[in-house]
């Protein structure tokens, strides 16, 4: 199953021509469990619901503290049916596009596993929660210039494909910043004036499974002229055919464009780049060469340093365009 955020649009719009049912117009996405279909809705101030069907027996732990959206048991009644719901509703009109963004999480989280529909609801709203809520505490200036890697990356490869969004990965927790098909390309971005060491998170960070190609792509900025990353927002906007979904991975990183004005502080130019695929003969630790191609049991999360000046990996070089590399893949 799969829904994109113009679909619930016009799934709403459709609920908004409904009979009412108690308070609710409502309409399927479908989307079908044990307990019935799952259904966008309206109430009668005009919020937006995702309804989630409930056994009869089944207890919900509501969230009615929360400013954006609330969670609540509700019930659609009519002469023929009684059915519970677990309600998510949008209270801040203002975050419509990123309520949008979560509920085809939702959705599709739902669709994967419709007997555990409820759980599926619960695991996205608490990865998505906090950043609803708002997070008042802006990006570090190393975040910033991660992000600009990762946008200027992003931007150029919307000049190929204005659905590329797609390709970013990187905020929904994939081992690589980018991925399209079996390919992949992640972004390291220092603004160090010296040196090319980068920080490498995971075992699997550089590591791809064939017959997938990994290009790791290394920038390094200066801080004080060039373009800010809101610039930057503001250009993806301006190309990208999912507008919400773009918004919803800002958020994921900790952006928040309430925030522009602190950030069009910081304007980046890049002053090198280099590509590398990444491969045989690449020095990096991948779960392969860990005991039992896995993390020994008990540990923790690998995270080491890798100094490209000081490794044979300068053979590695690639005249690749991330952004063709990318477009390109399949």
């Given at each position: 199953m799969?829904?994109s955020?113009?679909?619930l649009?016009?799934?709403?719009n459709?609920?908004?021509?409904?009979p009412?049912?108690?308070?609710?117009?409502?309409a399927?996405?479908?989307?079908?469990?044990?307990?019935?279909?799952?259904?966008?809705g309206?109430?009668?101030?005009?919020?937006?619901?995702?309804?989630?069907?409930?056994?009869a027996?089944h207890t919900l732990?509501?969230?009615l503290d929360?400013?954006?959206?609330v969670l609540r048991?509700?019930?659609?009644?009519?002469e023929?049916?009684?059915?519970s719901y677990?309600?998510?509703?949008?209270?801040?009109?203002?975050l419509?596009?990123?309520?949008n963004?979560?509920?085809?999480?939702v959705?599709?989280r739902?669709?994967?596993?419709p007997?555990?529909?409820?759980?599926?609801l619960?695991?996205?709203?608490k990865e998505w929660?906090?950043?609803l809520?708002g997070?008042g505490?802006?990006?570090?200036?190393?975040?910033?210039?991660g992000?600009?890697?990762?946008l200027?990356?992003?931007?150029s490869?919307?000049?190929?494909?204005?659905?590329?969004v797609?390709?970013?990965?990187?905020p929904?927790?994939?081992a690589?910043?980018f991925?399209?098909?079996?390919?992949?390309?992640?972004?390291?971005?220092?603004?160090?004036?010296?040196?090319?060491?980068?920080r490498?998170?995971?075992?699997?960070?550089?590591d791809?499974?064939?017959?997938?190609?990994l290009?790791?792509?290394w920038?390094?900025?200066?801080s004080?002229?060039?373009?800010?990353v809101?610039d930057?927002?503001?250009?993806?906007l301006?190309?990208?055919?999912?507008?919400?979904s773009?918004?919803a991975l800002?958020?994921k990183?900790g952006?928040?464009?309430?925030?522009?004005?602190v950030y069009?502080?910081?304007?980046?130019?890049?002053?090198?780049?280099?590509?590398y695929?990444v491969?045989p003969g690449?020095?990096r630790?991948?779960p392969s060469?860990?005991?039992?191609?896995a993390?020994?049991a008990?540990?923790?999360?690998?995270?080491?340093a890798?100094?490209?000046d000081?490794?044979?990996?300068?053979?590695r070089r690639v005249?690749?365009?991330p952004?063709d590399?990318?477009a390109?893949?399949?």
């Amino acid at each position: 199953m799969t829904v994109s955020t113009r679909d619930l649009d016009l799934i709403w719009n459709a609920a908004a021509g409904r009979p009412a049912v108690t308070t609710f117009r409502a309409a399927p996405v479908g989307v079908q469990t044990p307990q019935g279909p799952v259904q966008a809705g309206l109430d009668e101030q005009g919020h937006r619901h995702l309804l989630v069907p409930l056994a009869a027996r089944h207890t919900l732990q509501e969230i009615l503290d929360g400013d954006a959206v609330v969670l609540r048991r509700r019930a659609l009644e009519d002469e023929h049916s009684f059915q519970s719901y677990a309600s998510l509703e949008l209270v801040d009109k203002a975050l419509e596009d990123l309520f949008n963004a979560l509920c085809v999480e939702v959705v599709e989280r739902i669709a994967a596993t419709p007997d555990r529909a409820v759980a599926a609801l619960r695991g996205v709203l608490k990865e998505w929660r906090a950043l609803l809520a708002g997070n008042g505490r802006p990006l570090s200036a190393t975040a910033l210039a991660g992000l600009f890697g990762e946008l200027h990356l992003l931007r150029s490869t919307l000049d190929r494909d204005p659905g590329a969004v797609a390709f970013w990965t990187g905020p929904g927790g994939s081992a690589q910043d980018f991925h399209h098909g079996h390919h992949a390309v992640e972004v390291k971005t220092t603004t160090a004036p010296e040196g090319r060491s980068i920080r490498v998170h995971g075992a699997d960070q550089l590591d791809v499974h064939a017959p997938g190609r990994l290009l790791l792509r290394w920038l390094r900025v200066r801080s004080d002229q060039g373009t800010s990353v809101p610039d930057l927002v503001a250009e993806i906007l301006a190309l990208t055919d999912d507008a919400a979904s773009f918004r919803a991975l800002l958020h994921k990183v900790g952006y928040r464009e309430v925030d522009g004005p602190v950030y069009e502080r910081t304007k980046f130019e890049v002053l090198e780049e280099r590509v590398y695929e990444v491969g045989p003969g690449f020095p990096r630790i991948t779960p392969s060469g860990l005991t039992g191609d896995a993390v020994a049991a008990g540990v923790g999360p690998v995270e080491y340093a890798l100094d490209l000046d000081a490794h044979p990996a300068d053979a590695r070089r690639v005249a690749l365009d991330p952004a063709d590399f990318l477009a390109g893949a399949s």
